[in-house]
């Protein structure tokens, strides 16, 4: 698995993620070709090494034809999306991370996303950020890709709106869940279109996840500071793992819960994003018999989850870490055997060979209906997978 790390030090724009994806070895020519399709009066983009403190990359410049006070809507940006054709998930991409400003920008101002104006992201050069980046990540085979703590700015900046806080309001919308802090500079870090590509690509702050390391790029933003080189950063790397990231395990013990309660809880959980929830039996003071509840979750989640906990039971508290996770490579597949086909999954990794595990709901279909034991259908769907019958 191909894993791309935003290693947010100095604030992140959209011509950041673009100078520090070419960097990285993307190939320029191609994202240049591509956004030429989008007919966009005047452009031209280009990199150039730029140094900023000590460390070097690269900055692109993109050029397009001035425009004064645009008002486009989502519908009209995503009308000069598809001037062109794009490969993958690209295109599903891009309007993701237009929804999610659309939806911060609607929030703020009390109205439908889908009756937003934008302004400067809704802009030629916007476009041209937010559609290059994400096909880059496309070009270099990403996979997953997950972001470190944001650094951002303090005071505020003057904008079309007015004098605004930073981080600016749409902004500050598009990193809950993330990770921020501030050491005081009083400039804007995080733009809304950095901030709306971090929210799509990565969803969430990690630490940087186990993986053999690549390549590694830098794309350096237009202002230039003494005290902090104005560089984005990101590791391009593998893994043998379909995941490798960082989940947060919120738990709580409980003794003076109706048991009934236990499941519409669970549904809730799961409904609102978890990814795993267990019971547990357990004994607690006084010779309770009680249950210790365990949630698994994406770190963006855990204060949804734990607000769920806290309105549909007893619990009166939490705790809640962070840890790593592998998870392995998996597959599904479907066998054939005597009785019909049988679901399952296929899963592998570094140092683990692979082991097919068959549906549980099929087996019990099949010895429900044709009166075979379990056990028999269950292994008749392993010798399925490992020596496939015949076609008739």
Known sequence: MKILYFDVFAGISGDMCLGALVDLGCPAGEIRAALQDLEIPGFDLHWEPARRGPLTGLQAHVTVQEEHHVHRTLADVLSIVDRTAWPGTVREQIEKVFTALAQAEGRIHGKPYDQ????EVGSFDAI???CGTLLAVHLLGVERCAASKIHVGEGFVETRHGKLPLPVPASAALLEGFSIY??????????????ALLRVLAGGSSSLPSMTVER???GAGSREADDLPNMLRVFLGSTGFAVTDTVTVIETNIDDMNPEFYEPLMDALFQAGALDVSLTPQMMKKNR?????SVIAPPALRETLARVILSNSSSIGLRMHDCERRVLQREAVEVQTPWGLVRGKVCWGPGVSKRFTPEFEDCRRIHQEFQIPLAAVYQEAVQGYWHPMAPH
């Open 116 to 119: 937003i104006h934008f302004h």
């Open 128 to 130: 041209v950020d937010i």
């Open 289 to 293: 018999p009680g249950t210790l509840l």
């Open 216 to 218: 590694i790029g830098y």
């Open 182 to 195: 501030s050491t005081g500079r009083p400039v804007e870090m995080v733009t809304p279109t950095g901030a």
